[in-house]
């Protein structure tokens, strides 16, 4: 089962997290033995060769990400490089990595220390946020427990290499997943996006290079070492590597993650939630997230990678599918993620600031039926205005436009019914 | 009342973990927060005094992150989950119940000090659709009925 699904063919169904002994008695740590045996380079040569692209949301590569990290007295100043492993999970939709850090807290570590050593970090950092409290203390568990076997500290297993690891609980703020506001967040400040370049490999966390992998990614890190690249890109059905974690939620009847190959599609995926729920039709989905464009029923088809996503007009995201039925209206889903988006923004860039709480006004506003036809105009004006990259430090303002962007092309008739006395789904018109 | 000594050491030993005192304000805050349920202007000007910030410099922190309360917050607080997965799933009617139930709205305590409800998106939960979190675990309930939340509240779910 674990060849097929490496990410939680060994996790149990209650979620029990496995101590240091049950991990080992599984197989887990001897990729470990083995990465301590290659050079940093090879590791990074090897990750390539898997075509692991990150599942933070961006799918760049993390063999990429690890490769710019420069090895340890060539980069000017003193200290070490640092690993950060972004386990603030927060994009609605989402539930991979509550999962991963909860009931698989020995993987995480496990996949940290090799990125470690990959891209010459003597200190790594899991961030988590505050509200996965069982995953905080599964993973200072698990740390704790490989400390005492020598798996971290010094001179890893007579290897030389040494990391010290530790757990930062996060206090909220869906701003702090952004990988340069998490480097805000952990030197002391407020979790505010910095402008790239510098990129965080050239000068990341107190000014040091520094790789920020999502915890998905880093836990599909040791099975890549164990079974080799050519393994994990025959568990996708596509040429990105791998099994995904998708995450199944919203008008389905049996909402759930699901690993399964790369490049699934959504159909499948909703057959395996038992179907559509509601009225049992599927009016669009989002592939990713919140912060993902809508894709209707033609693009039900479309393997789920980064690639055709983004050939579809959408994202992969983080693999977590939103399911609307056709009694779901998308405005109104649109309005929820919007809302949520504005009062997450950290209000460093005005666009962000100004514009996502007027789109969140505009968009209750047409629920209640109380909205003017210049509100759309106005809403069209925000999501044009907010892109392409480069008017907001970060992509949060970006991302928010996703939905919006695509509700207004895709269903703009079903917004202009909403001038008429609010939502047609809801007044039974539709 | 001055900053009792077991959590100057807990904060101390975060300044050597984190790697200073201005790394380590936010897990004081969340040290004097878990001992005591919120962080009070006494306590944040005895933190800030500790690690040798000014005042205002912690309070920014403070107030920057949600989950830090510098308002006292119920024995049990709950955070309510308003995204849209848990919308479609019901999600307004199990905040109508809550809130009837409690008489109180979102940012609110009730007058008998015991709960407090905050909105919060996403908690993870999309799969318990409708979802909340609730107590000093942040612990999952999900999905809950409207018909759930008397139960919840006698402890029984």
């Known amino acids: 089962m674990s060849d097929t699904l490496p990410l939680t063919g060994h996790a149990r169904a209650d979620r029990t997290p496995h101590s240091l002994a049950e991990w080992r008695a599984i197989g887990g740590y001897r990729a470990v033995e083995r990465a301590l045996q290659m050079t940093p380079l090879e590791l990074v040569n090897l990750v390539d060769a898997a075509n692991l692209n990150g599942r933070g949301g961006a799918g760049f590569q993390a063999a990429k990400k690890w490769r710019f990290m420069p090895p340890v007295g060539t980069s000017p100043?003193?200290?070490?490089?640092?690993?950060?492993?972004?386990?603030?999970?927060?994009?609605?939709?989402?539930?991979?990595?509550r999962f991963?850090?909860?009931?698989?807290?020995?993987?995480?570590?496990?996949?940290?220390?090799?990125?470690?050593?990959?891209?010459?970090?003597?200190?790594?950092?899991?961030?988590?946020?505050?509200?996965?409290?069982?995953?905080?203390?599964?993973?200072?568990?698990?740390?704790?427990?490989?400390?005492?076997?020598?798996?971290?500290?010094?001179?890893?297993?007579?290897?030389?290499?040494?990391?010290?690891?530790?757990?930062?609980?996060?206090?909220?703020?869906?701003?702090?997943?952004?990988?340069?506001?998490?480097?805000?967040?952990?030197?002391?400040?407020?979790?505010?996006?910095?402008?790239?370049?510098?990129?965080?490999?050239?000068?990341?966390?107190?000014?040091?290079?520094?790789?920020?992998?999502?915890?998905?990614?880093?836990?599909?890190?040791?099975?890549?070492v164990a079974n080799g690249a050519q393994w994990f890109r025959a568990l996708s059905r596509t040429e990105e590597g791998g099994t995904k974690l998708y995450g199944v939620s919203g008008m389905v009847k049996t909402p759930q993650l699901i690993e399964a190959p790369m490049g699934s599609t959504a159909r499948e995926l909703i057959d395996r939630c038992g179907g559509v729920s509601g009225t049992g039709v599927l009016r669009c989905f989002q592939p990713g997230g919140g912060a993902t464009p809508f894709l209707e029923p033609a693009d039900l088809d479309t393997p789920m990678d980064f690639g055709h996503m983004a050939k579809a007009h959408s994202m992969l995201g983080t693999g977590a599918l939103i399911v609307l039925d056709t009694g779901t209206c998308p405005v109104a889903v649109t309005a929820r993620h919007i809302a949520f988006y504005a009062r997450e923004s950290c209000g460093w860039c005005t666009p962000c600031r100004e514009g996502l709480p007027w789109a969140a006004r505009i968009l209750t506003a047409l629920e209640d039926?109380?909205?003017?036809?210049?509100?759309?105009?106005?809403?069209?004006?925000?999501?044009?205005?907010?892109?392409?990259?480069?008017?907001?430090?970060?992509?949060?303002?970006?991302?928010?436009?996703?939905?919006?962007?695509?509700?207004?092309?895709?269903?703009?008739?079903?917004?202009?019914?909403?001038?008429?006395?609010?939502?047609?789904?809801?007044?039974?018109?539709? | 009342m001055t900053l009792p000594e077991d959590l100057k050491q807990q904060i101390l030993h975060a300044v050597a973990e984190d790697g200073g005192a201005k790394a380590a304000m936010l897990e004081a805050l969340r040290l004097v927060q878990q001992a005591e349920g919120w962080v009070s202007d006494a306590r944040l000007a005895q933190v800030a005094d500790l690690l040798g910030v000014s005042t205002a410099e912690l309070d920014s922190i403070a107030t920057f992150y949600s989950l830090i309360f510098r308002k006292p917050v119920g024995q049990t607080v709950i955070l309510l989950c308003d995204g849209a997965s848990c919308w479609m799933n019901g999600g307004d009617a199990l905040r109508q119940a809550l809130m009837d139930r409690l008489g109180i709205g979102f940012g609110q305590t009730t007058a008998d000090g015991r709960y407090s409800l905050i909105n919060s998106a996403c908690v993870g939960g999309c799969d318990r659709a409708p979802a909340l979190l609730i107590g000093p675990d942040r612990r999952l309930v999900g999905p809950l009925s409207p018909e759930g939340v008397a139960q919840l509240l006698e402890g029984e779910l």
């Open chain 1, 77 to 97: 100043g003193i200290g070490s490089n640092y690993l950060i492993v972004n386990g603030d999970e927060m994009e609605p939709g989402a539930f991979k990595d």
């Open chain 1, 100 to 224: 991963l850090l909860e009931a698989m807290p020995h993987q995480v570590v496990e996949g940290a220390i090799i990125a470690a050593f990959a891209t010459h970090s003597a200190q790594a950092i899991i961030l988590i946020r505050d509200d996965y409290r069982a995953g905080i203390t599964a993973i200072r568990r698990a740390i704790a427990e490989a400390e005492a076997a020598n798996l971290l500290g010094t001179n890893i297993l007579g290897s030389g290499f040494n990391l010290h690891m530790r757990v930062h609980p996060s206090a909220g703020r869906y701003i702090v997943g952004e990988e340069t506001a998490l480097i805000s967040a952990l030197e002391g400040g407020r979790a505010i996006p910095r402008k790239r370049p510098p990129f965080p490999a050239q000068s990341g966390l107190w000014g040091r290079p520094t790789t920020v992998n999502n915890v998905e990614t880093i836990s599909l890190v040791p099975h890549i």
């Open chain 1, 369 to 430: 039926g109380t909205a003017k036809p210049r509100d759309i105009e106005i809403l069209r004006m925000t999501a044009a205005e907010a892109g392409p990259r480069g008017r907001t430090f970060c992509d949060l303002m970006g991302g928010a436009m996703g939905p919006l962007a695509s509700l207004l092309a895709r269903f703009g008739d079903l917004v202009e019914a909403h001038l008429d006395g609010g939502c047609p789904i809801r007044r039974g018109q539709l």
